[in-house]
Every structure is written in C-alpha cells, then in structure tokens.
C-alpha cells in the first residue's frame, strides 16, 4: 500500500515527501559508491517524489554514462536521494529508505530488501556476499 513519507538529510536543511509502497521492497547495490555511502534505496516515479526545502543546499555527483544524479545535503554530507534519467525509459527518483522521517527501528527491519550486483553490471542476480551491504 501506497503511502506518504517524509524525509530528510541528517542536518534536515534538504527535505522531500515521498509516496511509496515499502512493502515493494527496498534494495541495496555492491557498486562503488553506494557501497561507500551505504546508500539503501526504494524507487519511486519521479512524479511521486517532491523536495520541500533545501533545494539551494543540494550538491551533485555523476560519474560513468552519468544518468544518474546523486544528490546530497552540501552542509551535512548525506545522501537523501538520487534522480535516474533514463532518456526514452523515463525517469524515477531513488529515495535513501534511511533518510525516511517516520519509521522506527522495527519498521526498518520488516522492509524486503533485494541485492544487486552492479560492480560487475549483473543486476539479475544477487552479489555473494551480501552480509557487508
């Protein structure tokens, strides 16, 4: 089921609400950077997320084909969202489930996570192991 969250970087100068049905499952990926920055991700359309404050502390990373833009708070460093640009595909924002306002340390731990391997671009199969994502 669909439903309203809200969010924010940990200092909470970048703000978003986002509908999303966690129960869809949540991912985590073993390519570089998020692995470094531990970055726990549900997809969303992009029409489903909205920045509600801090738009003018929002720095951005790209690297490789750059179609996706990683977002983070300028002032505390952390990764609230990232936005995918996939040309003719569409496009879609991947909320930081951590940076979720509302849920508690239970709620964390019921969500469906699934594991991509995109350090060798193989995201139909899980990396083995998973225990360090």
């Known amino acids: 089921m669909t439903k309203a969250y809200s969010g924010s970087c940990h200092c909470g100068s970048v703000r978003f609400k986002a509908e999303v049905d966690l129960a869809q499952g949540t991912s985590r990926c073993n390519c570089s950077i998020c692995t470094k920055s531990r970055f726990w991700k549900a997809v969303i359309a992009s029409d489903a997320f909205t920045l509600t404050a801090g738009e003018d502390q929002i720095g951005q990373y790209r690297f490789g084909s750059e179609t996706i833009i990683h977002?983070?708070?300028?002032?505390?460093?952390?990764?609230?969202?990232?936005?995918?640009?996939?040309?003719?595909?569409?496009?879609?924002?991947?909320?930081?489930?951590a940076c979720l306002d509302q849920l508690s340390p239970e709620d964390f731990s019921a969500l469906?996570?699934?594991y991509e391997n995109g350090r060798e671009d193989d995201w139909d199969n899980a990396p083995i192991p998973t225990a360090y994502l």
């Open 71 to 97: 977002c983070f708070c300028t002032r505390c460093g952390v990764k609230p969202f990232g936005r995918v640009e996939m040309g003719e595909h569409g496009s879609f924002v991947a909320i930081n489930v």
């Open 112 to 114: 469906p996570i699934a």
